[in-house]
């Protein structure tokens, strides 16, 4: 696929990144977000559960879009490639139309569930779906009910950021220990542009004045800089995946579709390892799902043949090709050559050349129109049917 010199340097290169990338794993297994990637479950979607091995899918590098997820084999379309547990997550930031989730798993709390709350300093409650979510939360909790976070909540939530919501977690998770501080460096960075930045800072300092205010000692938070929050955010700009759950029982699609109509069909966005090296496609191999809470489920849409990369949407395919491009370019900075564009480039092309065709065909009919009738006022009778003759065949051609 590449030459010579340049496969050695890539093959270092994909070798390398593919180290740091099992060293991360590692690290992370010792998380409570632990089990991010397990090996696919026969049809675990339909309730079956029969364990199949290890996921038949590998990370290398593509030719054109960095790293990319490979089939180790054929994968059946409908097939449940494998599944992943978050390594953050956070519900979409509380609004009056916001759904009432877990703050752990991010599953839908119907009114009449038994739900366990614990008492943030300013007030605010959380609400988990269970013991397993709250035992889990105290990686993050633990510290940051110690704060008050008023003022950071309220920044953000003005200015509808999400993001914030969840480098404030990733810093909880640091400084209790639960979490290293480079734990997301792996995962590739979004360009910020100057402007950006500029916004960061602000949300910076108040997230570091929220912690020193708390007396958080200033060694576990000496990893707090302007440059790791800046890398944190830019990691969760182009990774996240806002979770809209399909909901797994009856009551958590009567709550999805309360929340869709009260317009918020997302319950919050989460982060994971292994997903966030799947390349985009307008005309994607694999889905993602969320049935009832933020665990991942990467399913084939289509057979795949062993080799071949398998690709998720990241935007809303049914989009025009126009919008689908200004958004990834927007959001993801890259320009997408997938089948799609080029499909619709040569329809555009031949909509362009039959419309040329139109144009050229239309001025033809007028010109022989207009030589007929001088025929007829000259009463040369024999050459204006030649000419009406000559409209026909070439109203003829443009029916055609
Ligand atoms: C979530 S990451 C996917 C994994 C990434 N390739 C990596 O090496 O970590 C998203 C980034 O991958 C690249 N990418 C994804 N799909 C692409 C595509 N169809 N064409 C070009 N670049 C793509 C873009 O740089 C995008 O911002």
Known sequence: MFSSAGSIVLRRRASSELRQLLTVLRQLSHSPFSTHTSSPEKDDYSGKSTKLGPPPIQVSLTESAGRGVFATRRIGA??????????????????????????????????????????????????????????????????????????????????????????????????????????????????????????MEEEFELLKATFLKAQ??????????????????????????????????????????????????????????????????????????????????????????????????????????KARQTLLAEGFGFQCHCLRKEQAKAISKTLLYKRKLCLSSAKLIVKALVLASVQMVTSDLRAANLFILLNIIILFRFKT
């Open 216 to 321: 958080i000692n200033d060694e576990l938070i000496a990893f707090l800089t302007k440059q790791w929050y800046i890398g944190i955010l830019a990691r969760l700009r182009i990774n996240s995946f806002r979770i809209e759950l399909i909901g797994g029982s009856y009551e958590n699609l009567l709550a999805s579709a309360a929340s869709v109509v009260e317009g918020e069909a997302a319950v919050g966005n989460a982060v994971y390892m292994l997903p966030s090296f799947y390349n985009h496609d307008c005309d994607p191999n694999v889905n993602i799902l969320w049935i009832e809470n933020a665990d991942a489920k990467i399913r084939a849409l289509r057979d795949i043949e062993a080799g071949e990369e398998l690709r998720i949407c990241y935007i809303d395919a049914s989009m025009d090709c």
């Open 78 to 199: 409908g097939e449940l490639i494998h599944t992943a547990e978050p390594l953050v997550t956070h519900p979409a930031p509380s609004g009056r139309d916001a759904p009432h989730v877990c703050y752990y798993c991010l599953r839908l709390l119907g009114k009449r569930d038994g739900v366990l709350v614990a008492t943030a300093p300013n007030g605010g409650l959380w609400y988990f779906c269970g013991d397993v979510c709250r035992e889990r939360a105290k990686v993050f909790l633990e510290v940051e009910r110690k704060a008050d976070w008023s003022f950071y909540d309220k920044h953000c939530r003005m200015r509808q950021l999400k993001y914030p919501f969840m480098v404030k977690r990733v810093a909880c998770m640091v400084i209790s220990g639960g979490a290293s501080a480079d734990c997301l460096d792996i995962l590739q960075p979004a360009f910020l542009h100057p402007e950006t930045i500029i916004e």
